[in-house]
């Protein structure tokens, strides 16, 4: 699932966001459910799969799928190209017609990245700051500026006002409150700064100094180049200002400061691809439109910087529930003292060395949608004569979903089959945890809510279509998968927006009626820690069973599932 990211690059991509208030973190009470004792091992040994739906299949591919030698699966990267060759092959075993580019399973993406060129310069009265030590920025096009620089206080000062004067012209430095304040509305328009830049803790360098990628699509409506996001260090500020910022009056003047930002475009070195298949239906008219079945193939790849297993495991689990969705939270004396115990009695179960980890795995985010989809394939596959659906089965396996659901735009804007031809598209993104160990949701008031048997989130199911929310709601019920459907997390101005997050909305937008199933959140979640020993394949197994049966459903009618709301603007903003 796509991060919903409340830092520096949404802050600054704009002088108007500056005035955009972040939601307040969830602040977690006391560990409730103990940490389960995983039965399941680091390895598995793989085992010829079975046209049913089943768990051992699941656990056999997710354990290949979700393995350190897919290197975290990160779009662009070789990881992601091996993790997308194992679909290829799957499918071809599987006997599905190919649906990408060229008579193969593969739809290639322009994709390319953003990077700053060595030759870029940032000064602060003539003294020249080091790229990636001191600063670092991202933009869309080469940019330069010049001006003063003026101290515009924390984000979390109540009293962080500029007056016009101090702005314009000017390069304005704010800073990002480090002490856990929360970022509060800031009434200044910066439109007549020279520039914007954010003093932000060392680790945004590491952000801001990578590559960013995009899909160049010249059909795509651009949002122009905007002005360059620049983050520098609390020592690049000391130097701006001559000393320490801290104690440093809102509108305090700096010495002058220039930025010559140059951006080289290349393409990525390793091809970022959907994989795309085809189960052909059996009626000889309805066989022309689809059902779409999705699920993400990428994660977000490895760090250089590996952390110790256990410990993070346990101090996500009791600091932040909702893993990287909670990256703001930070350990209050009550639950660092819970950690520190927690710790502890898992060294004395566990002796050994530290479990060192830097691939970020995604079992759940989203190997475990990934595999089912193959499961569900696999089992459609199997059927013969009038148990093969009505409609054609579209199976699509989106790339960049992590880097901002780049993989499903680049299908629904240019689409393998005509776009008007598919008639419902089912997403699972997460699908393989959701117990009560698990912070799987919270309500719109952010209230937390654990997991438990049976558990379900839909996001979406009646947003475009009430008879596709409806049948769903009878599928479980009638056919007995005996799911607890969970629908908080798709209430209007719930601060996650996850209808927004994950690709099956890339579908709504061209009003496409969608349903999106997963078991929530939990705090491995974008973290070394979401491994296939954690994963709940029962859970999985009857994800794609519904999953499965709502597609045969849809396939079977007699009619085009119902759009009974209004369409949105494909290219408008998405909020829930």
């Not at 500029?162 to 430095?173: R, S």
């Not at 250089?304 to 209050?332: K, M, Y």
């Amino acid at each position: 699932m796509k991060r919903n990211l409340v830092i520096a690059a949404a802050l600054l991509a704009a002088p108007g966001l500056l005035a955009a208030q972040a939601p307040e973190a969830v602040a977690p009470g006391p560990t409730i459910v103990p940490q389960p004792e995983t039965k399941l091992p680091l390895k598995h040994t793989p085992e010829p799969t079975k046209a049913s739906i089943n768990v051992q299949d699941l656990m056999t591919r997710l354990y290949i799928y979700a393995d350190d030698s897919m290197m975290g699966r990160e779009a662009g990267t070789l990881g992601n190209v091996k993790a997308t060759t194992y679909i290829a092959n799957q499918v071809k075993q599987i006997g599905l017609k190919p649906a990408g580019e060229n008579g193969t399973y593969f739809q290639t993406l322009p994709f390319k990245t953003r990077s700053v060129d060595p030759a870029s310069s940032f000064t602060a009265g003539g003294q020249a700051l080091q790229f990636g030590t001191d600063w670092a920025a991202r933009s869309n096009e080469s940019a330069s500026f010049s001006g003063s620089a003026v101290w515009g206080g924390f984000l979390g000062d109540s009293g962080a006002t500029l007056t016009p004067e101090q702005i314009k012209g000017n390069v304005v430095v704010i800073g990002l409150p480090t002490d856990g304040r929360r970022m509060r509305r800031m009434s200044n328009n910066f439109e007549d700064a020279a520039a914007v830049v954010l003093m932000a803790p060392e680790r945004y360098l590491g952000f801001y100094s990578r590559p960013s990628s995009f899909v160049d699509d010249p059909d795509r409506p651009s949002r122009g180049p905007g002005r360059p996001s620049v983050v520098i260090t609390a020592d690049a500020a000391a130097t701006l200002f001559g000393g320490p910022v801290e104690s440093l009056a809102v509108g305090t003047v700096g010495k002058p400061t220039a930025m010559d930002l140059k951006i080289s475009v290349a393409p990525v070195e390793f091809p970022a691809r959907n994989v795309v298949a085809i189960l052909p239906g059996r009626d000889p008219v309805l066989k022309n439109e689809y059902v779409a079945i999705g699920a993400h193939n990428d994660h977000i790849g490895m760090t250089d910087r590996p952390v110790d297993h256990d410990s993070l495991r346990i101090f996500n689990h009791i600091v932040r529930p909702g893993g990287a969705d909670d990256a703001r939270n930070q350990a209050t004396e009550e639950q660092q003292a819970e950690v520190n115990a927690e710790l502890a009695n898992w060294r004395q179960k566990h002796p050994g060395a530290a479990r060192l980890d830097s691939i970020s795995n995604g079992a759940d985010d989203d190997g475990s949608g990934t595999v089912t989809v193959l499961e569900i394939a696999q089992y459609l596959a199997s059927l013969k004569g009038n148990a093969v659906p009505k409609r054609s089965i579209l199976f699509v396996w989106h790339v960049g979903e992590e880097k901002g659901l780049l993989g499903s735009a680049w299908f629904t804007d240019h689409p393998t089959v005509p776009r008007d031809s598919i008639v419902a598209q089912l997403n699972m993104d997460m699908v393989g945890r959701g117990d009560a160990w698990d912070v799987a949701a919270v309500t719109k008031a952010g209230a937390p809510i654990h997991g438990g048997p049976n558990y379900l989130q839909l996001v979406g199911s009646r947003r475009l279509s009430t008879e596709l929310g409806d049948l769903v709601e009878q599928v479980n019920k009638e056919d007995h998968h005996g799911f607890v459907f969970d629908y908080s997390m798709d209430a209007d101005g719930h601060p996650s927006n996850i209808y927004c997050r994950s690709d099956h909305y890339e579908y709504a937008r061209y009003g496409i009626p969608i349903t999106f199933f997963t078991t929530g959140l939990h705090s491995d979640y974008h973290q070394v820690t979401d491994e296939p020993q954690y994963i709940d394949y029962d859970r999985m197994a009857q994800v794609g069973s519904l999953v499965a049966d709502i597609a045969m459903h849809v396939a079977d009618l007699d009619h085009r599932i119902v759009v009974d709301h209004p369409k949105p603007d494909p290219h408008g903003r998405c909020q829930q």
